[in-house]
């Protein structure tokens, strides 16, 4: 199945406002916003967040910024799309860090987009909603 037909009227889809406030100087040295990790949908669109702090790791394990510049998207591959590619996509390593200076006296909005598999998209042999069950309940699903 074509990728855009996979993610037509799909209930998991999420739309997910973030706020991180700005810091208070109590924090833990080697803090961050969000640890590293992987989203576990198809593709997640990244809409230019308010300040920078996002970075995503290469295949090398290179950490690079993300722009924020506005107008920019980033699009990160998710675990489902690694599984229905074989591996050909991995998903993206991604994290948020602590900003610094004066950038830290400031909150962070972003407002990722989780697209998900319709429930009747298969990949390795199994539906999406098969695989998806077992896994976080979905408010804690990303
Ligand atoms: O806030 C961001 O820029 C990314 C958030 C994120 O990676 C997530 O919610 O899964
Ligand atoms: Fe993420």
Request: glycine residues 8%; positive net charge.
């Amino acid at each position: 199945m074509a990728l855009p037909k996979m993610v037509v009227k799909s209930p998991e889809t999420l739309l997910r406002s973030i706020h991180y406030p700005p810091l208070t100087g109590a924090e833990e040295e080697g803090a961050v916003r969000a640890a590293a990790h992987e989203d576990i949908n198809l593709i997640t669109l990244l809409p230019a967040a308010s300040a920078p702090g996002l970075q995503v790791r290469d295949l090398k394990g290179n950490w690079h910024d993300v722009s924020c510049d506005l107008g920019a998207i980033a699009i990160n591959s998710g675990d489902m799309l690694k599984e229905a590619s074989g591996g050909y996509f991995p998903s993206t390593t991604h994290r948020v860090m602590n900003p610094r200076g004066a950038e830290a006296k400031l909150p962070r909005y972003s407002m990722p987009l989780f697209l998900h598999a319709c429930p009747e998209v298969r990949a390795l042999g199994k539906t999406y909603s098969q695989k998806l069950s077992g896994r976080a309940p979905a408010r804690n699903r990303a």
